[in-house]
């Protein structure tokens, strides 16, 4: 049985979103300050990154890049169906594929090396990978906000634009808020407020002030990388 080499911890379905209207984006290396040309198959991604290396019984070598598989088709449809207008009652296919984005990614995987020697400094990179897509099944409804509305760049405002990153997701402080970007035009905003049950999502029209300060934020957030559908990249 053959391997996947190309795996993505960032998914093509939503980078692709924040490409401009010729299919390029940029990525900009927070370390390094370097501003990298490409597009959503070239970015967010890592070899062999979720490759079991001596699985364990009753696990294949692309167990991991198999459930993600698992993951990424309904979460890709649920995301075609909010930037359509069309809401669906229940994201719980998205709320997966966020666990999955916050959890599974390399920089985190040094941040928890590098923090909690203590803990996980024995671990082989197979209990690390084991662990990692356990706790995004295990985590994500988390996730799953009692309301959400969709914030749209108004149409008249051609200059502004929402960034992504390899963090994507934004969780506000003292707040049962998070944002999440689905698009170089549109940002999910989520409410885990249990006050908000059952209200209707919607769609809200910002203006660049709220724009730039969901940029802001993304770029503090980023963790490693920053992707604009512009080679600029200022807030």
């Known amino acids: 049985m053959s391997v996947s080499k190309r795996h993505h911890y960032t ?7 924040f490409q401009n209207d010729q299919g390029a984006m940029w990525r900009l ?11 959503s198959a070239h970015f967010g991604y890592e070899k062999h990154w979720n490759t079991l290396e001596n699985p364990p019984e009753k696990y294949e070598p692309d167990w991991a890049e198999r459930r ?6 309904p979460a890709s449809k649920i995301v ?5 207008g069309d809401f669906p009652k229940g994201i719980e296919a998205l709320a997966c594929a966020i666990s999955f984005m916050k959890n599974n990614q390399p920089r985190l995987k040094q941040y928890l090396k590098e923090n909690n020697v203590k803990d996980v400094g024995h671990w082989s990179d197979d209990h690390w990978l084991i662990s990692r897509i356990q706790a995004s099944l295990d985590d994500w409804r988390t996730y799953l906000p009692y309301y959400y509305c969709v914030q749209v760049i108004d ?5 502004s634009r929402f960034l992504t990153s390899s963090n994507p997701l934004i969780e506000m402080e003292n707040q049962p808020t ?3 970007p689905l698009s ?3 940002c999910l905003y989520m409410s885990f407020d249990p006050q908000f049950t059952g209200c209707a999502p919607s769609t809200i ?21 920053v992707y604009s559908c512009t080679p600029d990249f200022d807030a």
Do not use: M
């Open 184 to 186: 170089n035009r549109h």
């Open 155 to 159: 149409e008249n405002d051609q200059a």
């Open 178 to 180: 998070k944002f999440l």
């Open 68 to 73: 993600l598989s698992e993951v990424d088709g």
């Open 11 to 17: 998914p093509r379905y939503y980078l692709k979103r």
């Open 205 to 225: 029209i910002c203006n660049a002030e709220i724009v730039s300060g969901i940029n802001d934020l993304t770029i503090k957030n980023s963790w490693q990388y």
């Open 29 to 39: 290396d927070i370390d390094s300050k370097i501003s990298t040309r490409g597009n």
């Open 80 to 84: 075609a169906k909010i930037l359509a």
